[in-house]
């Protein structure tokens, strides 16, 4: 069963740019999706409107199952967006105090995924202090703090060096691998669609369809 399904997704905006046209896509639970294609195809917008921070101007968007919906959706965009004032520890608190959890009440959590994510020891530290790798780190963590059915990430690694870059691909699998949430991942980059997921979704450049897409089995063994 998917857990999420778009039928016949369009979306126009004023200035006359229609960005998708007709787009059907199932995403399982558990899957690794990327949404892969050119600049300008419309994969933002479409991961907006999973997101529920766009509608749809035309068909609509299904969540599977029993009280799943939008709520259960964490997201990392390319910009970390963090606090500038805040420790890296308060920055992942942030979605889960807006909840009611207090400190006390969020710290094994929290602390349990900066040590997933290699910030063990930078608790306090604030943005600044961080290089871009790490910034995009703590936006994981904090993407994932409320243990989010889907995470949704858009282009997150593409300001990043490759190297950087490599190293969080690799983090962010073992993150997947382990914790099995539902990942649709927006790049432009070939190489990442193909490393990191286990379905690419090709968009095409014109006019804002699926174009295609492949199966391209799980990158590691799935126990
Ligand atoms: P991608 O993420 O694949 O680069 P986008 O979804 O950002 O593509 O954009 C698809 C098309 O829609 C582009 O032509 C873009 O300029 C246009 N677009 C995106 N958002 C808006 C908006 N809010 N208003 C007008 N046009 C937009
Ligand atoms: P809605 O679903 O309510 O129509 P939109 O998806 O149209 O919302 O989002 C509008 C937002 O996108 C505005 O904040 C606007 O400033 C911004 N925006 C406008 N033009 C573009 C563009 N070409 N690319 C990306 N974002 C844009």
């Known amino acids: 069963v998917p857990l999420l399904r778009l039928r016949g997704v369009g979306k126009s905006f004023s ?29 933002s917008t479409a991961l907006r409107i999973v997101a529920g921070l766009s509608s749809p101007t035309t068909g609509r968007i299904e969540w599977q199952g029993e009280g ?8 990392v965009f390319q910009e970390p967006t963090l606090m500038p004032w805040a420790s890296v520890f308060d920055n992942v608190w942030l979605p889960l105090r807006l909840r009611g959890v207090s400190r006390r009440e ?39 703090v409320t243990k989010p059915r889907v995470l949704l990430m858009d282009e997150p690694f593409a300001a990043l060096d490759e190297i950087t870059r490599f190293k969080l691909n690799d983090d962010l699998l073992d993150l997947w691998r382990d914790q099995r949430f539902t990942v649709v991942f927006v790049t432009h980059s070939v190489f990442e669609s193909v490393f990191l997921s286990n379905r690419i979704v090709v968009m095409a450049a014109r006019p804002g369809r699926v174009h295609d897409e492949l199966e391209v089995g799980a990158p590691y063994p799935r126990d």
Request: glycine fraction near 18%; proline fraction near 4%.
């Open 15 to 43: 200035n006359g740019v229609t960005a998708l046209r007709g787009v059907d896509l199932s995403i399982r639970e558990g899957d690794f999706v990327s949404l892969l294609g050119p600049s300008g195809c419309g994969k």
């Open 68 to 75: 799943i919906g939008q709520k259960d959706v964490g997201f």
């Open 106 to 144: 969020a710290e094994p959590a929290i602390r349990g995924l900066l040590e997933r994510v290699h910030l063990s020891g930078f608790e306090d530290a604030v943005p600044r202090e961080l290089s871009g790798g790490m910034k995009m780190r703590v936006s994981i963590a904090r993407g994932l």
